[in-house]
Structures are given as structure tokens and as C-alpha cells.
């Protein structure tokens, strides 16, 4: 059974800092995303970061240079680093897995990485910035 577990969620002020982990069990497959997403009350669910499994990462351009995504794989964990936070980054995040086919590239881009090839989900842990 998959299974995501986020942790690290808080409230900060605005320019604050936090860092996200979602450590994820049960999951074999060989080809796959992970990602971060967000919901903000009263709006749709949006993508964050993605990586794949050949490392190739994508993010929104409203979280360049702000936020980092990283993966470590000893741990089975994905990582968000979030700095400069602004009141509008405030939301409910998400981490979530996307298995893929095993035919797929090694090397396939993360812009495939849509949302709604994403199967397993964590329960999500809030982040609230305040100005």
C-alpha cells in the first residue's frame, strides 16, 4: 500500500522561510513523478514542483528562485525549501506520486508530469503566510 506523509507545514510571516517533506512508503515503480501541489481556499489545486525519476524538474514560474525541490532517495523523501514566502503562497500542500509505465524514457521530462497523471496523494499540511 502507497502511502505520502507531508510534514513541515506552518504559519510564517511574509519573507519567511519552511521546508516541506513527504515521505513516501510502498512505492516500487520504476518510472514516475512526484510533485508538490497547492490549494488555496475557494481555487483549483495547482502544480508546484515535479520531479521525475531521472531527475528532470519542473516548477511554476511564480516559485522561481523561491522554492527548491529535492529528492532524497536513501530516505524515500521529497523535500520542498521555500523561501521568501509571500501571503499568496498560502494554501494546503500536497504531495503526490505519479507511477508510470516502465516503456517510458529514462530521461522523459518532467513537463509530463501533469496533474492528473498523479494516482497517490498525502493527506496535505497547510502553510500560512501572513503579511
Known amino acids: 500500500q502507497v502511502q505520502l506523509v507531508e510534514s513541515g507545514g506552518g504559519s510564517v510571516q511574509s519573507g519567511g522561510s519552511l521546508r516541506l517533506s513527504c515521505v513516501v512508503s510502498?512505492?516500487?515503480?520504476?518510472?514516475?513523478?512526484m510533485g508538490w501541489f497547492r490549494q488555496a481556499p475557494g481555487k483549483e489545486r495547482e502544480g508546484v514542483a515535479q520531479?521525475?525519476?531521472?531527475?528532470?524538474?519542473y516548477g511554476r514560474v511564480s516559485t522561481e528562485g523561491r522554492f527548491t525541490l529535492s529528492r532524497d532517495n536513501a530516505k524515500n523523501t521529497l523535500n520542498l525549501e521555500m523561501n521568501s514566502l509571500k501571503p499568496e503562497d498560502t494554501a494546503m500542500y500536497y504531495c503526490?506520486?505519479?507511477?508510470?509505465?516502465?516503456?517510458?524514457?529514462?530521461?522523459?521530462?518532467?513537463?509530463?508530469?501533469?496533474?492528473?497523471?498523479?494516482?497517490?496523494w498525502g493527506q496535505g499540511t497547510q502553510v500560512t503566510v501572513s503579511s
Open positions: 510502498g512505492f516500487t515503480a520504476s518510472r514516475y513523478c
Open positions: 520531479i521525475t525519476s531521472g531527475g528532470d524538474t
Open positions: 503526490a506520486v505519479a507511477p508510470l509505465p516502465s516503456t517510458y524514457s529514462p530521461n522523459f521530462s518532467a513537463v509530463y508530469c501533469t496533474q492528473d497523471r498523479y494516482t497517490y
